[in-house]
Nanobody
């Protein structure tokens, strides 16, 4: 059974940085397109970034230039480096794994940007 385990969330001041990790177990990591979504209080879940099996990353306009997504196929893990964080980045961040056969969500990790 595929599991996604996220880590790295927390409280950070505006302008600060955090790195989120998402580890996949239970299947071959390299076949999955990996991504992150986020959901702020009272808002719908929105797409943040995706990285393909070939390592190409795409970003929502709201995070472009501040967030960087990378993958380590040897560690079955993706890393979301978040810099220059803003209060509007506050949300629960969810990892997503998609293959031709199935799609999975992680349990979510809270990111709070506040002074």
């Amino acid at each position: 059974q595929v599991q996604l385990v996220e880590s790295g969330g927390g409280l950070v001041q505006p302008g600060g940085s955090l790195r989120l990790s998402c580890a996949l177990s239970g299947d071959t990591f390299s076949i999955y397109t990996m991504g992150w979504y986020r959901q702020a209080p009272g808002k719908q879940r929105e797409w943040v970034t995706t990285i393909t099996t070939g390592g190409t990353a795409n970003y929502a306009d709201s995070v472009k230039g501040r967030f960087t997504l990378s993958r380590d196929n040897g560690k079955n893990t993706v890393y979301l480096q978040m810099n220059s964080l803003k209060p509007e980045d506050t949300a629960v961040y969810y990892c997503r794994a998609i293959s031709s056969r199935a799609a999975y969500w992680g349990q979510g990790t809270q990111v709070t940007v506040s002074s």
